[in-house]
T-cell receptor, first 115, second 112 residues
Framework: GAGVSQSPSNKVTEKGKDVELRCDPI?????LYWYRQRLGQGLEFLIY????????KSGLPSDRFSAERTGESVSTLTIQRTQQEDSAVYLC?????????????FGPGTRLTVL | GNSVTQMEGPVTLSEEAFLTINCTYT??????LFWYVQYPGEGLQLLLK?????DKGSNKGFEATYRKETTSFHLEKGSVQVSDSAVYFC???????????FGAGTTVTVRA
């Protein structure tokens, strides 16, 4: 009965380094989303996975960002050659899938700071 | 494209005061509308939702009515408590992928 979990909770890195963020969705949820929340702003959609379909990558801000998902389980978001503007809270959400009435359940987020 | 505009904060109220947070949206189709809340130190959670025009979502004393004619989904609560202190986000979902477009968030602080 665990909710969506994310790791690490905090990540501090130097400019130019690569980082990998992990999301464990709720078991059985076929849909998974990544969002980014910059300080003082709303959440921006990054990428969406639904089952075995090709992911919707339309929100990824640059080719330095990529994400993978293994089946209907864990997802990792990778940011290569990090820049200071990548500093944000990265949120993952999962949804049961199917009906549009199913809500998205959010994880606690990973706070990324790029020095 | 889709967008959500909500009232800027921060908002500071006394207990038992009336709270309203304005939210308007732009969407290409017929979106579902949501209010999410983020309490201090906690993750984002759904507060209420409405899926079609004139629907009213309600939860924990909060209400919001889906107004298609004014493209609005204002959040209201008649008597706030200290425990309502949080950041509130208005959001919409439009399309089969159900990805959410969020407003910038409104920080609400309720003082005893």
């Amino acid at each position: 009965g665990a909710g969506v979990s994310q790791s690490p909770s905090n990540k501090v890195t130097e400019k130019g380094k690569d980082v990998e963020l992990r999301c464990d969705p709720i078991s059985g949820h076929t849909a998974l989303y990544w969002y980014r929340q910059r300080l003082g702003q709303g959440l921006e959609f990054l990428i969406y996975f639904q089952g075995n379909s090709a992911p919707d990558k339309s929100g990824l801000p640059s080719d330095r960002f990529s994400a993978e998902r293994t089946g209907e389980s864990v997802s990792t978001l990778t940011i290569q050659r990090t820049q200071q503007e990548d500093s944000a809270v990265y949120l993952c959400a999962s949804r049961l899938g199917g009906s549009s009435y199913n809500e998205q359940f959010f994880g606690p987020g990973t706070r990324l700071t790029v020095l | 494209g889709n967008s959500v505009t909500q009232m800027e904060g921060p908002v500071t109220l006394s207990e038992e005061a009336f709270l309203t947070i304005n939210c308007t949206y732009t969407a290409t189709g017929y979106p579902s509308l949501f209010w999410y809340v983020q309490y201090p130190g906690e993750g984002l959670q759904l507060l209420l939702k409405a899926t079609k025009a004139d629907d009213k979502g309600s939860n924990k004393g909060f209400e919001a009515t889906y107004r298609k004619e004014t493209t609005s989904f204002h959040l209201e609560k008649g008597s706030v408590q200290v425990s309502d202190s949080a950041v509130y986000f208005c959001a919409l979902s439009d399309g089969n992928d159900y990805k959410l477009s969020f407003g910038a968030g409104t920080t609400v602080t309720v003082r005893a």
